[in-house]
C-alpha cells in the first residue's frame, strides 16, 4: 500500500508532537528533581551534620541540627516529611543556604532527591511504547524509572 505525502506528514507531526511531549515529560522531571538534588551532588562548602526528628506535621518535620563540621548548631531545622520516618530518628544533612531548611544526605537522599525524574521515566515510557511505537525504548525507560523508586523506597 502506498502512502500518499500528506499521510506521511501526519505521521511525521504526531511524532514530533509525542516526542515533544516526552522530552517535556524528561526535563521537568530532571529540573524538579535537580532542585533537590544541587544540594546534595554540589555540597562542597555547605553546611553538613546529622539532624534529630523531634516532631512531624502533614508536610514538614522539625529537628535539631547537630553540624559536623565546624558549622553552628541550630535549635530547629526543617525537612520534607517524606525523608523522615519518626520522632527520634537521625540522618545527615546539608543546609540549604540562607534557610533553616535541611536536605537528607548520603544514599537514602541521594535516590530521593531523584524520585520526581523516575516518575517522570515512569510516565514518558508509556508515551514512548503508546504513541511513539518504541517498546524496546519505552521498556528501558520504564524499568530505569521503577528501579529508581523501588531503590527510593527501600533506602527511606
Known amino acids: ?11 511525521f507531526g ?5 516526542g515533544l511531549v516526552v522530552l517535556v515529560l524528561l526535563v ?15 555540597a562542597k562548602g ?9 516532631g512531624c506535621g502533614d508536610e514538614v518535620c522539625t529537628g535539631t541540627f547537630a553540624p559536623g563540621d565546624g558549622a553552628a548548631a541550630r535549635a530547629r531545622v526543617s525537612v520534607d516529611s517524606s525523608v523522615a520516618a519518626r ?13 533553616d531548611e535541611v536536605v537528607r544526605t548520603g544514599a537514602a537522599g541521594f535516590l530521593h532527591a531523584w524520585v520526581p525524574l523516575g516518575g517522570a521515566l515512569l510516565l514518558a515510557a508509556l508515551v ?8 524496546r525504548t519505552a521498556w528501558g525507560a520504564g524499568i530505569a524509572g521503577g528501579a529508581l523508586l523501588l531503590a527510593a523506597f527501600i533506602a527511606l
Open 28 to 42: 521537568a522531571g530532571a529540573l524538579a528533581s535537580w532542585d533537590s538534588a544541587h544540594h546534595i551532588v554540589l
Open 87 to 99: 520522632r527520634g530518628d537521625r540522618f545527615p544533612v546539608v543546609v540549604k543556604p540562607g534557610t
Open 14 to 18: 504526531r511524532s514530533a508532537v509525542l
Open 46 to 54: 555547605r553546611e553538613h551534620g546529622t539532624m534529630t526528628v523531634t
Open 128 to 135: 514512548i511504547g503508546g504513541g511513539l511505537r518504541l517498546t
Open 1 to 11: 500500500m502506498k502512502r500518499n505525502p500528506s499521510h506521511r506528514a501526519l505521521l
